[in-house]
C-alpha cells in the first residue's frame, strides 16, 4: 500500500461523540464528490492521528483511518479515485485533547489558533451540525466590542479616555440596557470595556459611523470569505446596520452582526499576534491563505492592555483563568425573550481561542471557565 496522508497530530475536527465528514477536508486531491461525502460520515472517539490513505493494494483510490499512538490502526472507509499527495493538517494532538476535555458534553464549541501563522490547532465542536463552529451564524455578543473598540482607538481614544456607562441610554433611537443593570459613571474606556458595559459601546459605535466600524470588522477578517482546507468556513459578517439604531445594536454585536467560534478565534488571534491572518487547517500552500496584515500599533497596544484588563479585574475575573490570559467576555441574546449564548474569547501567549456555549447564559461564569479549564490543561 502506498500511503497519501493527511495526518494531525490529534483527531481532524471532533472527538467524542461527534460526527465528521471526510468531504470537510480539502487536500490535494480537491473536494470529495457529493456521493463520498455521503458515505464518509464517521465518528471518532479518542486523540490520535486522522489520515487519508492512497493506493489501497494497487488500486487507485484513498482511505480514511484513525491511527491512535501505540494502537492498531482502524480502517473506516475506502473510496475509489486517484491517489494524493500527502498532506498534513495543523491540529495539535495536546491542544486537541485539552480542547476537548474542557468542551466535554455541553452543546458548545472551542476553537484554538496559533496567532503566529494562522495555523488551527484545535476544534472541540459539540455544536448542531447545521451551526457548526465553521459554519455557523450567531451573535458575538460583547466579543465584537473588542472590533468596536479597535475603530474607537483608531479614530484617536486611548484607554485612559474618559467616557459614561449609564445603566440605560439611547443610542441612535434604540433604549440600550447593560447587562444586570450596571452603572459605572464617568470611567475610562478601558474600565467601561473590562465591565462590558453596553451603553458606552452603543452610544460610542453610533458616533463613529457605520463606515468606520465595517473598516474595523474587514480589518479583523469579517467578509473574508476563510479559505481553511475545508469545504465551507464563513468568516462572519457586519452586515448594513440600515441607520442608527441598527448600529446601536451592532456595536454590542446583536443585530447585524454575525459570527462563529472559528471567526472570533481569528479576532482573539490578531490581538495576539498584532496581524490578521486566514486561519487555515492544512499547509499554506494548499490554500489561498493570502499575506499577514498588520494593525496599528497603538490599536494592538490599546486592545491588548484592555483585554487584560477583563481577565484580570472585568467579566472573567472570577473565571478561573490562569495569569497572562486576556480577553472577552460576551452574553448574546437571540430572541425576543432575551435568552442568550454564553461566548469568551481570548488567548494567552501564542494561542488564541474562541469559546461559544448554546443558551448558556452568562459569557463571564459559563464560557470563561471552559476557556480555563482548556488553558489549565495545556498549562499542565
Known amino acids: 500500500m502506498r500511503r497519501v496522508a493527511v495526518a494531525a497530530a490529534g483527531v481532524l475536527i471532533l472527538l467524542a461523540a461527534a460526527v465528521f465528514s471526510c468531504a470537510a477536508l480539502r487536500g490535494a486531491r480537491g473536494p470529495a464528490t457529493p456521493e463520498e461525502a455521503s458515505a464518509a460520515y ?20 484513498w482511505a480514511v483511518r484513525i491511527q491512535n499512538p ?31 476535555a ?25 455544536l448542531p451540525q447545521a451551526e457548526s463552529a465553521f459554519t455557523g451564524v450567531y451573535p458575538p455578543g460583547s466579543t ?82 476563510f479559505d481553511t482546507g475545508t469545504d465551507r468556513a464563513y468568516s462572519g459578517d457586519l452586515l448594513d446596520p440600515g441607520g442608527d439604531n441598527g448600529l446601536a445594536e451592532a456595536s454590542i454585536g446583536q443585530g447585524k452582526v454575525q459570527a462563529n467560534p472559528l471567526a472570533m478565534a481569528v479576532v482573539a488571534a490578531a490581538v495576539a499576534d498584532g496581524s490578521y491572518r486566514p486561519p487555515r487547517l492544512v499547509p499554506a500552500r494548499l490554500v489561498h491563505a493570502g499575506t ?17 484588563a477583563v481577565a484580570t479585574r472585568g467579566t472573567a475575573a472570577r473565571a478561573g ?27 494567552r501567549g501564542d494561542l488564541a481561542f474562541a469559546v461559544l456555549v448554546l443558551h448558556g447564559g452568562d459569557g463571564g461564569q ?8 482548556f488553558l489549565a490543561v495545556i498549562k499542565s
Open 70 to 100: 501505540g494502537r492498531p490502526a482502524q480502517q473506516l472507509k475506502v473510496f475509489p479515485g486517484h491517489g494524493a499527495a500527502p498532506v498534513r493538517t495543523t491540529i495539535d494532538r495536546r491542544a486537541q485533547a485539552a480542547a476537548d
Open 321 to 347: 483563568l490562569p495569569a497572562g490570559t486576556a480577553g472577552k467576555t460576551g452574553t448574546a441574546e437571540y430572541d425576543a425573550q432575551g435568552h442568550t449564548h454564553a461566548w469568551f474569547i481570548g488567548y
Open 42 to 61: 464517521f465518528r471518532a472517539w479518542s486523540g490520535g492521528d486522522f489520515a487519508v490513505m492512497g493506493e489501497d493494494d494497487g488500486v487507485p483510490g
Open 144 to 225: 465584537f466590542k473588542v472590533v468596536v473598540a479597535a475603530a474607537l482607538l483608531d479614530g484617536g481614544m486611548t484607554p485612559a479616555s474618559p467616557v459614561d456607562c449609564p445603566a440605560v441610554t439611547v443610542a441612535g433611537q434604540r433604549t440600550i440596557h447593560n447587562h444586570g443593570g450596571l452603572a459605572l459613571g464617568r470611567v475610562s474606556l478601558a474600565d467601561a470595556f473590562a465591565e462590558s458595559c453596553n451603553t458606552t459601546f452603543a452610544a460610542l459605535g453610533v458616533a463613529a459611523g457605520a463606515g468606520r466600524l465595517r473598516e474595523s470588522a474587514a480589518a479583523f477578517g469579517f467578509g473574508a470569505h
Open 292 to 308: 499577514a496584515r498588520p494593525l496599528p500599533s497603538s490599536v494592538v497596544a490599546g486592545l491588548r492592555s484592555m483585554m487584560r
Open 102 to 126: 474542557a468542551v466535554g458534553s455541553a452543546q458548545a464549541a472551542l476553537v484554538a489558533i496559533r496567532p503566529s501563522t494562522g495555523e488551527i490547532v484545535a476544534v472541540a465542536d459539540r
Open 366 to 373: 459559563v464560557a470563561g471557565p471552559v476557556a480555563a479549564r
